[in-house]
């Protein structure tokens, strides 16, 4: 790669202007990208210890609602559970966006917890407080599912980006800054050449301009 440079360059001033003004901007690009994919990692980490967080939270959560069901079950038997259980209202669904991350959309659910007390099809007194502590629970837990998915999705597309990023980076780094590079010193080469060339040309014209051409054919006539 060091010694590659760009295709069907002419070595003219015009065109080394053009190859220093692509180089420059290239230099600025491969920072600017530098940049974004440092943010973007910073970011992605930020999110893996919210989901690793949150991932803890559900597991905790699942098992806390998987013990008080067993209570429940243990008091009331496994059908009269199950009846009750079918009888629950559906969980509201979130209302789902996006947030701009560095040019990255990544998923923003609005994730509320109902209150269960308003929302369970018996009257509180009437069943074990296990059964509604088990339905607070788990209600519970699927928020935090839905937080967890919400993480997992936002890493997702931040990866991707980030693999994006670092391509676009190293293909400047590596391959197409080198070659602008390596174009602007063949030009100046060839340019500085053809100037030493026009110089010793025009020395050699002025040497020849200075000398007495006509001394040299001829001589005066002897008496």
Do not use: C
């Amino acid at each position: 790669m060091a010694g590659e440079t760009l295709e069907g360059v002419n070595p003219t001033r015009m065109e080394l202007l053009s190859v220093r003004k692509k180089r420059i901007l290239a230099e600025k690009g491969h920072k600017l990208l530098g940049e974004k994919r440092d943010a973007l990692i910073v970011q992605f980490f930020d999110v893996l210890e919210k989901r690793d967080r949150l991932k803890t939270e559900v597991q905790s959560s699942l098992k806390d609602a998987g013990d008080t069901l067993d209570i429940a079950t243990v008091i009331m038997g496994r059908s009269s559970v199950e009846a009750y259980a079918h009888g629950m209202p559906p969980a509201k669904a979130p209302e789902v966006s996006t947030l701009n991350i560095m040019g990255v959309r990544v998923p923003v659910m609005d994730v509320e917890v109902e209150d269960m007390k308003g929302q369970l099809p018996w009257g509180l007194g009437s069943t074990p407080q296990a059964l509604d502590e088990t339905a607070r629970r788990y209600r519970m837990a699927l928020e935090r599912l839905m937080r967890l998915a919400e993480a997992e999705g936002s890493m997702e597309r931040l990866a991707l980006e980030i693999e994006r990023t670092k391509r676009r980076v190293n293909a400047l780094e590596h391959i197409f800054i080198p070659r602008l590079r390596n174009t602007e010193k063949y030009i100046t080469m060839q340019l500085q050449e053809r100037e030493r060339e026009d110089f010793f040309r025009r020395k050699r014209i002025k040497a020849i301009m200075e000398g007495n051409p006509r001394t040299d054919r001829s001589s005066p006539p002897e008496a």
